[in-house]
């Protein structure tokens, strides 16, 4: 079965700048689009970008956008997500799960599998 291994995260300061890595313990970003999701304290989780498919730029949730990057690594089974400007908002587990090409743009997280245990990015004030 794909494991997906998150990583990179760790505590910061307002301002700084992160970058997460997704390894993939398969070929699974080779059929389905890898993804981030984020879950803060006491909130849902949610979505914050997918890799984008065909001719389409990947996709970034509102309040990232312009401050969050997704990309593949030169081995494809690693994903990154380079967070920059961060602020104590951005406090959460991150997560990388991924989804069918078939449901390109659909942000909810029962399109995305497997989730794995995600890493924790904490954004001190």
């Known amino acids: 079965q794909v494991q997906l291994v998150e990583s990179g995260g760790g505590v910061v300061q307002t301002g700084d700048s992160v970058r997460l890595s997704c390894a993939a313990s398969?070929?699974?970003?080779?059929?389905?689009?890898p993804g981030w999701f984020r879950q803060a304290p006491g909130k849902e989780r949610e979505f914050v970008a997918v890799e984008g498919w065909c001719d389409s730029s990947p996709l970034y949730a509102d309040s990232v956008k312009g401050r969050f990057t997704i990309s593949r690594g030169d081995a494809k089974n690693t994903v990154y997500l380079q967070m920059s400007s961060l602020e104590p908002e951005n406090t959460a587990i991150y997560y990388c799960p991924a989804t069918p090409f078939s449901k390109f743009g659909r942000t909810p997280t029962r399109d995305f599998r497997p989730w794995g245990q995600g890493t924790q990015v904490t954004v001190s004030s």
């Open positions: 398969g070929r699974i970003f080779e059929s389905r689009l």
